[in-house]
């Protein structure tokens, strides 16, 4: 029982990574039961090998959480990929004058007048010696 234990603290987010979403919440599960009773053997004066196997287990939680949130929003960023819109978490970040800008096409579009000036007074070209 112990050595199932000591393994189970010792988790790494690349081994969870190809695991099922299933597996994942059971071995959270498993580990928020092993950080309460590793918090009740501290408030009842406990061994100090449990006292100091709280941060471990408080860090393997977080991972599988990591692992869990990641693999969730990648799923989505492939759910909407080729939709028109996404939601804002999934956009890009940028700065907002930068999302505010016009695109290219927009810069590229010339209007009537614009064209017409351009036609009839084209940029002089001159020869520097």
């Given at each position: ?10 988790v790494k987010a690349k081994d969870l990574r190809g695991k099922k979403k299933e597996d994942l919440l059971k071995q959270l599960d498993e580990l928020k ?97």
């Amino acid at each position: 029982r112990n050595l199932s234990r000591d393994k189970m603290a010792k988790v790494k987010a690349k081994d969870l990574r190809g695991k099922k979403k299933e597996d994942l919440l059971k071995q959270l599960d498993e580990l928020k039961n092993e950080l309460q009773t590793l918090r009740v053997a501290k408030v009842t004066g406990g061994a100090a090998a449990k006292l100091a196997k709280i941060y471990t287990v408080r860090k393997s939680v977080a991972r599988v959480l990591t692992v869990i949130n990641q693999t969730q929003k990648d799923n989505l960023r492939k759910f909407y990929r080729k939709k028109a819109f996404k939601p804002k978490d999934l956009r890009q970040k940028k700065t907002r004058a930068m999302r505010r800008a016009l695109t290219k096409h927009e810069l590229s579009i010339k209007s009537k007048r614009e064209q017409r000036k351009n036609r009839l007074y084209p940029t002089r070209k001159y020869a520097v010696k």
